[in-house]
């Protein structure tokens, strides 16, 4: 439990730098962050919520502009390197122990 309290925390610190960036746009960046969580809540075992095109307009334009964005994903089990152009969520997460 001990490092999900941790990864939470990392997970607060950097979603308030990219909402202190530029409101808006860091609105709209945490907004998608959630898609692709509530995606994973929703259906764990579909893989195309598993995976994140780093290629991808929306990503790009959205979320991976911010420099705090790869952190945020990271702290949430998306791992780089484990599939060309992809971020990969590996081991599946159990994000249901973020929520309280």
Excluded: H
């Amino acid at each position: 439990m001990e490092g999900v309290k941790a990864a939470v925390e990392v997970l607060q610190d950097e979603l308030e730098k990219v909402a202190a960036t530029t409101p808006a746009k860091g609105d709209l960046a945490i907004n998608t962050l959630l898609v692709y969580i509530k995606n994973v809540l929703k259906d764990p075992q579909d893989p195309k919520f598993q995976k994140i095109g780093v290629l991808n307009k929306a990503f790009n334009s959205r979320v991976a502009c911010f420099p705090s964005a790869k952190p945020v994903l990271a702290s949430l089990g998306w791992k780089e390197g484990l599939e060309e152009n992809f971020l990969v969520l590996s081991p599946p997460v159990q994000f249901s122990l973020f929520i309280q």
